[in-house]
């Protein structure tokens, strides 16, 4: 029941600047997993970049990623995913506003290909499904685009670790408030990117080369990809770097207190405005742990 709510909600977040250096793109930087030291710091803490839906057997997990888990006493997500009433006010935040209906908002020719698609992999069309958010639709949609059945999800994998090591879990931002972001974004022009999804090859292509990205730990290639998208060209700021400025004080914070494991989309990771950079303009050191080579 936890791993299909979690599938269905998902869908896709400084003075000390001018004597740091900017952040800059280089080989160095592939890697997913990163340490935090320094800056009076009494206990390593890792930073792990995630993607938040991928085909199991693409799914990768090794020792270093393992040991930087099991030596925290604290693991921080976006959102605090072992919460079940989180995972229940999400659930009712991603229907529209007294059940009403979307169907009749997407342009014909987009609202029967989403309707096709929707019939033919779930029984039902939008009939039904348009009580739910565009995003929470393009769950749906993401799902049966992949090219596998069994799916795999880095954040309930580390919800169940957590679980297993009683290792204490917290999130970084609420559900309220990433469901918020999206009721920034014009609806007519979510609903388009719907109709790409099922119309569009090009999209499933694009997701593909982020997955292949993401295989090579290649953090500047996951971040060119992710914001060369038409919504984030538009709407970049409230979904990554707005978010990522106001993430720094929590993780201080948490790292100060305990040795924790941190773990966010890893499109929030490089660039100058990334978790990476600000932590480092914040005074930390942070270190790339790289994966053993495979012979």
Same mark, same amino acid.
């Given at each position: 029941?936890?791993?299909?709510?979690?599938?269905?909600?998902?869908?896709?977040?400084?003075?000390?600047?001018?004597?740091?250096?900017?952040?800059?793109?280089?080989?160095?930087?592939?890697?997913?997993?990163?340490?935090?030291?320094?800056?009076?710091?009494?206990?390593?803490?890792?930073?792990?970049?995630?993607?938040?839906?991928?085909?199991?057997?693409?799914?990768?997990?090794?020792?270093?990623?393992?040991?930087?888990?099991?030596?925290?006493?604290?693991?921080?997500?976006?959102?605090?995913?072992?919460?079940?009433?989180?995972?229940?006010?999400?659930?009712?935040?991603?229907?529209?506003?007294?059940?009403?209906?979307?169907? !009749?908002?997407?342009?014909?020719? /987009?609202? +029967? *290909?989403?309707?096709?698609?929707?019939?033919?992999?779930?029984? =039902? %069309?939008?009939?039904?499904?348009?009580?739910?958010?565009?995003?929470?639709?393009?769950?749906?949609?993401?799902?049966?685009?992949?090219?596998?059945?069994?799916?795999?999800?880095?954040?309930?994998?580390?919800?169940?670790?957590?679980?297993?090591?009683?290792?204490?879990?917290?999130?970084?931002?609420?559900?309220?408030?990433?469901?918020?972001?999206?009721?920034?974004?014009?609806?007519?022009?979510?609903?388009?990117?719907?109709?790409?999804?099922?119309?569009?090859?090009?999209?499933?292509?694009?997701?593909?080369?982020?997955?292949?990205?993401?295989?090579?730990?290649?953090?500047?290639?996951?971040?060119?990809?992710?914001?060369?998208?038409?919504?984030?060209?538009?709407?970049?700021?409230?979904?990554?770097?707005?978010? !990522?400025?106001?993430?720094?004080? /929590?993780? +201080? *914070?948490?790292?100060?207190?305990?040795?924790?494991?941190?773990? =966010? %989309?890893?499109?929030?990771?490089?660039?100058?405005?990334?978790?990476?950079?600000?932590?480092?303009?914040?005074?930390?050191?942070?270190?790339?742990?790289?994966?053993?080579?495979?012979?």
């Amino acid at each position: 029941m936890m791993k299909k709510t979690f599938l269905f909600l998902q869908i896709v977040f400084l003075y000390l600047g001018s004597i740091c250096p900017a952040w800059a793109q280089s080989p160095e930087n592939n890697s997913l997993l990163w340490k935090i030291s320094g800056n009076g710091l009494e206990h390593d803490s890792y930073l792990f970049g995630t993607i938040h839906i991928i085909c199991q057997d693409q799914f990768k997990m090794d020792d270093r990623i393992l040991n930087a888990l099991r030596s925290s006493e604290k693991i921080a997500l976006e959102l605090d995913l072992s919460d079940q009433s989180e995972l229940m006010a999400m659930q009712k935040l991603s229907m529209n506003e007294d059940f009403a209906n979307i169907e !009749n908002e997407f342009d014909p020719e /987009t609202r +029967e *290909a989403v309707d096709a698609f929707l019939t033919e992999h779930y029984g =039902v %069309g939008l009939q039904q499904f348009g009580i739910f958010k565009p995003f929470a639709l393009s769950s749906l949609i993401l799902v049966k685009l992949l090219p596998c059945e069994d799916v795999g999800s880095y954040e309930l994998f580390f919800v169940e670790k957590a679980k297993e090591e009683g290792i204490p879990m917290i999130g970084l931002e609420t559900g309220e408030f990433q469901i918020s972001l999206f009721d920034q974004i014009p609806l007519q022009q979510q609903l388009d990117d719907l109709g790409k999804m099922v119309t569009d090859k090009e999209s499933m292509d694009e997701f593909l080369a982020l997955v292949s990205a993401y295989l090579e730990e290649d953090i500047d290639r996951l971040y060119e990809l992710i914001t060369e998208a038409d919504m984030f060209k538009e709407y970049g700021d409230i979904l990554l770097a707005s978010r !990522n400025k106001n993430w720094i004080p /929590t993780i +201080e *914070a948490l790292i100060r207190d305990q040795p924790s494991f941190i773990a =966010v %989309g890893s499109g929030h990771l490089a660039s100058e405005m990334g978790v990476i950079q600000l932590l480092k303009d914040a005074g930390y050191h942070l270190e790339p742990m790289y994966a053993e080579p495979i012979y």
